[in-house]
């Protein structure tokens, strides 16, 4: 599966962007998607996922200001982010993965990346 993510940018603090990933195939027959974050010289982390039935899984720390979605007609995910803090700046990236006892286990199917940058 090859994916395809945007909708970066910079944004000020408690502004919101909302992010999209594209599939190449229909994102029903991929267990589960995710999207992942790293922030500037630390490691990549899940932000959140949502499997083909509709679950979805959060980072703790981000529940409630992030939302993930998905359309199916348009093979599409997307990554709904409000209150920004400067923190939540990183290059975000999507991943076809799988769900597994309530986590998601990210597979090697990645889209390239999109910048989002918060300024204080």
């Known amino acids: 599966v090859q994916l395809q993510a945007s909708g970066g940018g910079l944004v000020q603090a408690g502004g919101s962007l909302r992010l999209a990933c594209a599939a190449s195939e229909s994102i029903l027959s991929i267990n589960a998607m995710g999207w992942l974050r790293q922030p500037p010289g630390k490691q990549r982390e899940l932000v959140a996922a949502i499997t083909n039935s509709g679950k979805t899984i959060y980072a703790d720390s981000l529940k409630g200001r992030f939302t993930i979605s998905r359309d199916t007609a348009k093979n599409t995910i997307y990554l709904q982010m409000n209150s920004l803090k400067p923190d939540d700046t990183a290059v975000y990236y999507c991943?076809?993965?799988?769900?597994?006892?309530?986590?998601?286990?990210?597979?090697?199917?990645w889209g390239q990346g999109t910048l989002v940058t918060v300024s204080s």
């Open positions: 991943n076809a993965g799988h769900e597994f006892g309530g986590a998601y286990y990210k597979d090697d199917h």
